[in-house]
Nanobody, 124 residues
């Protein structure tokens, strides 16, 4: 059973930083892509970032470019989302998701396995 589990959310002031982690159990890190999505209050779930488990190539939503960085640790079967310059509009539940395939994607339906989410709240 493949299961992503997120951690690292919390309350932070605007301009602050947080690092989210997602450990994936049930499979060996490698030939598949991982993604970060978020869902704010009253909003649809949206793509944040994606990373290839093999090459570590990344892709970001325009609204996080230059502020968020996705990375992965193959040994630890873990991906990270380092978030800087946080804004109140970044407040959301952040989800980690895993594909069955290598190409990174911004489409949520391309991801088969989802974590339970971790809350990020940015105060103004």
């Amino acid at each position: 059973q493949v299961q992503p589990v997120e951690s690292g959310g919390g309350l932070v002031q605007a301009g602050g930083s947080l690092r989210l982690s997602c450990i994936v159990s049930g499979r060996t890190f490698g030939n598949y892509a991982m993604g970060w999505f978020r869902q704010g209050p009253g909003k649809e779930r949206e793509f944040v970032a994606a990373i290839s488990g093999l090459s570590a190539s990344t892709f970001y939503a325009d609204f996080v470019k230059g502020r968020f960085t996705a990375s992965r640790d193959i040994v630890k079967n873990t991906i990270y989302l380092q978030m800087h310059s946080l804004k109140p509009e970044d407040t959301a539940v952040y989800y980690c998701a895993a594909r069955d395939y290598l190409p990174i994607s911004r489409i949520s339906s391309d991801y088969r396995y989802w974590g339970q989410g971790t809350q990020v709240t940015v105060s103004s």
